[in-house]
């Protein structure tokens, strides 16, 4: 499958509605007070870089990458579109984002991520970049509804 990777504006109407869509995802899968999803204002801030990989005129998946305190990171609102799940939308975005994160000298990127069985893909992805499990970070608080990973960037 061939596609692009850019950097994207979370207003531009097809941006949009891959978030709405990541959003509905995982309110249909999660309770409320586990979801810890952005909206387009939300991820329209200057701590936040978000891509979204196009084919044609559509927008197959995105992945952000928000900025931490103490040189860390934080990757956020990865979703690919149910159309190109499987087809290396998420790797790619996923590979876009760790580049970025070592060009910027960060030195460990973090992320939450569901339990339930939607999002075995996503762990499992994850995981076959070298994302460990760890205790919630940040302000997240233990949820069994919620995994958290870390991949320590010192030294690649």
């Not at 956020?76 to 060009?103: P, Q």
Request: aromatic share 8%; glycine share 8%; proline share 6%.
């Amino acid at each position: 499958m061939m596609f692009s990777i850019r950097t994207a504006s979370p207003h531009v109407p097809e941006v949009a509605a891959v978030i709405r869509a990541h959003n509905a995802f995982c309110n249909a899968v999660s309770p409320p007070e586990s979801c810890h999803k952005l909206n387009a204002s939300e991820l329209d801030v200057p701590k936040i870089t978000l891509w979204s990989a196009w084919q044609a005129e559509d927008v197959l998946g995105i992945g952000a990458l928000k900025l931490l305190p103490n040189g860390a990171g934080e990757v956020k609102s990865m979703h690919t579109v149910a159309a190109a799940r499987g087809k290396g939308v998420g790797r790619a975005l996923l590979e876009i984002i760790l580049t970025d994160a070592r060009a910027r000298k960060l030195t460990s990127l973090w992320l939450e991520t569901g339990t339930a069985q939607e999002f075995t893909a996503a762990r499992t992805l994850y995981e076959r970049f070298g994302f460990a499990s760890c205790p919630p970070f940040g302000t997240y608080k233990i949820d069994p509804h919620s995994a958290f990973y870390t991949l320590a960037l010192t030294g690649d």
